[in-house]
């Protein structure tokens, strides 16, 4: 099944959420058309199992592709650059009950979030458990406990940035450890003003080293230093941010899923594509199925995209990984 980006001009159509002036500016920005070509079957699933609900996805140096799925039991695996699975990770481990996140860091160390277990594990590339944060089967809003956390990001100096407060009744703000685990500070409370989230989502760092933060229930993405300063006036353009990646251009891929609400009427899910200093959308990704909103769900919760420019949607609802492969000239 072969998808096109649409062009800058179609997507300013499609951003009524945005400013008009918004708009206009990435029209006239005129960038090219992006081509992918939808990858359906990428997954070779070990035989006897199945993916259950693939709300989480990261890649690695190597290209290979981490899922992080709810089935019967919480389960990571790791299939090669070709789909081919490679192993389980953490089989039987008890941080493990409902999945939320995945990220490798620079070292191929492999991150986990799970919601259930409230807990945030550090993995090395073989799958050795080389570090946990968090109270397992505790909840809290001391340094040492989260509630309901959805993402994590690790900066190259190691220091550790985790989102903490994927639902209402969650603590609504973003954790900082050092690279050892230690509790530096925290940021961020329940509420609408700068600096303040509803249900955040997503944490990712871009090459300048600033914190992005999918404040989903407030449509929008924030954005601080890593001592939690905020640097600009939070971006409305991308409906509900659940997930947040960079590639080695510093280009910002934001999947935007559940976006179609009295907030956003008419607003197309999918994966935009944008650049991480201005922030204006100069590409778009509809999920293969057409219209996602009458089908198989509410579209990606997170996105990856691996060494070579391919990109990764992790799709809860229909149980499956969708895979965008890049389209050379």
Avoid at 78 to 95: A, R
Wanted: hydrophobic share 35%; charged share 25%; glycine share 10%.
């Amino acid at each position: 099944m072969k998808r096109c980006l649409a062009s800058v001009s179609a997507i300013a159509l499609v951003l009524c959420a945005a400013p008009v002036f918004a708009q206009l500016k990435a029209t006239a920005q005129n960038v090219p058309e992006i081509r992918y070509t939808s990858v359906p079957t990428f997954l070779k699933v070990p035989p006897g199992e199945y993916l259950g609900e693939s709300v989480a996805v990261a890649t690695n140096s190597r290209g290979h592709v981490f899922v992080y799925h709810r089935s019967a039991n919480t389960r990571l695996w790791e299939f090669d650059q070709n789909g081919n699975f490679v192993k389980e990770i953490g089989k039987g481990y008890y941080g493990f009950e409902f999945a939320h996140s995945v990220r490798v860091d620079k070292d191929d160390n492999i991150w986990t979030v799970d919601e259930g277990t409230n807990l945030v594990t550090k993995f090395s590339p073989d799958g050795k458990v080389l570090m946990t944060l968090g109270a397992p089967g505790q909840s809290g809003t001391g340094p040492d406990h989260f509630s309901s956390p959805s993402d994590v990001a690790v900066a190259p100096n190691g220091d550790v940035f985790v989102a903490d407060g994927h639902n209402d009744n969650g603590n609504n703000r973003v954790v900082k450890f050092s690279k050892d685990g230690k509790f530096i500070k925290a940021w961020g409370k329940p509420g609408w003003a700068p600096g303040e989230f509803h249900a955040l989502h997503a944490i990712a760092i871009d090459s300048r080293g600033r914190i992005f933060v999918g404040d989903r229930g407030n449509n929008r993405i924030q954005i601080f230093d890593q001592e939690g300063k905020s640097l600009t006036t939070p971006w409305t353009q991308f409906g509900k941010p659940s997930g947040i990646a960079f590639d080695s251009k510093d280009q910002i891929y934001v999947a935007d899923s559940e976006s179609d609400d009295v907030q956003n009427p008419g607003w197309e899910e999918g994966i935009r594509i944008g650049d991480a200093k201005t922030g204006w959308i100069n590409a778009f990704i509809l999920y293969p199925w057409g219209d996602p909103r009458d089908t198989a769900g509410n579209g990606a919760e997170f996105v990856a995209i691996d060494r070579d420019g391919n990109i990764y949607g992790g799709e809860p609802r229909p149980k499956r990984l969708q895979k965008y492969a890049r389209v050379r000239p």
